[in-house]
């Protein structure tokens, strides 16, 4: 790790305010850990109240230049931040991994898909447009033009550290809005090197701010009550998501809530399972089950369970775990040791009502946050781990006879994120793809996130889209100039 132990020298553990890491708080810190360890990796410095409002001030003051900043200008620091993420893909990747903990191959993936965010924004900065038209009364000129909401605040998970990150900032900037990231405690650290690349790539100072805190209230509180900031955009847990919309109703905030899910993955009678069973492996197990838009619920035709089981179980099995900077580990730990208590509430209360564990069902002894890769076969509906988001390596299998009755299995959950459907029929595809309540619909494809689509739910799920032309909307103030003729 002596290569490790460079890279976190290198990385910046104080506020990042005003261009900088500050010192000013380092008398209050807190620990980052590795989760494969339980170790401390770096303590980072400990945002109060008076350190974020310090950072709106920052950022309210360079809000009018950087708005006005040439969308050019804006364009060239995204693409100049993307070839830094991704000259320095390995650091970024060897950190996500130590910080999080998931395999190393998943976050070289993270890297790519993360950075990808900043060069599509890069992209989509001199692209926004307005239009002009000419009432239809006769009687006028409509001028609508675009412009940025102003100060935003972001509040990141701690499962794709980067991406997460930058899913927010780079249409955030892109737009010319300035941003203050509130990252999450258990993963500042990507973060905090993300605001060091930025600077490295010529953002002014102020623009972007990176406050990390081990109370989140503390410093999301303050900052939504002051009339200065205009937006907050969230990536978390519905409670919380729920918290922060109440939260935003009194200075009336523009809010972009990405929350929880429970992605159905619904196999047909019909399907290639060869490709399902790939499928399923990359929608449940990718990050370590620990994605808002993970399998949660496998719904498979009665007709071909047994044999897709079989196979999934054999390839679950298969799976090596351990800490994810082994290169041979293709399963880390989870992030804490609660989460992992929380997986295994959730398989024991399955397993009590019914389920047959077909391979894995508990944790794993030994210093970090392990639990067996898992396959549930016969799971029983009324289980809360078909209510509850997993966030584990747990594959929970429940059965259908007819399409309808797949669609209702599906549907029957308040989230309405990614869903997943398996079948050769293009005719059956679409009539399920349009019958499913989710945001998103992966057809014959188990990993559907893509910078250029609009990632967001529906229902509980959420409000608004990111990436996609759709994302630098969410930044964006829409007005009405009244032209006489
Ligand atoms: P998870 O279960 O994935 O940790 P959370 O919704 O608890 O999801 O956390 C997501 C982000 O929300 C983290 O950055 C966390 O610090 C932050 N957070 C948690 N509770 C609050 C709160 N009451 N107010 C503001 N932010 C919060």
Redesign the pocket.
Known sequence: MSNFDDLLASVPTGLWIDGKPTDAARSRTFAVENPATGDTLAEVADASAEDALRALDSACRVQREWAATAPRQRAEILRAAWQLVTDRAEDFALLMTVEMGKALAESRSEVAYGAEFLRWFSEEAPRIQGRYTTAPSGNGRILVTKSPVGPCLA?????FPLAMGTRKIGPALAAGCTMIV?????TPLTMLLLAQVFADAGLPEGVLSVVP?SD??S???PLMEDPRLRKVT????????R??IE?SAHQVLRVSME?GGNAPFVVFDDADLDAAVDGAMAAKMRNGG?ACTAANRLIVANAVREEFTARLTARVAAMTVGPGYDEKNQIGPL?TAK?RSSVAELVDDAVAAGARVRTGGGPIDGPGYFYQPTVLDDVPVQSRIVAEEI?GPVAAITGFDTEDQAIAAANSTEFGLAAYIYTQSLDRSLRVADALESGMVGVNRGVISDPAAPFGGVKQSGLGSEGGTEGIEEYLETKYVALPL
């Open positions: 509040i990141t998970p701690w499962n509130k990252p999450a405690e258990a805190t989140a209230a410093v999301s509180g969230f990536t978390g847990s519905t409670a919380v998501g918290k922060l939260q929350l620990e992030i989460q966030f």
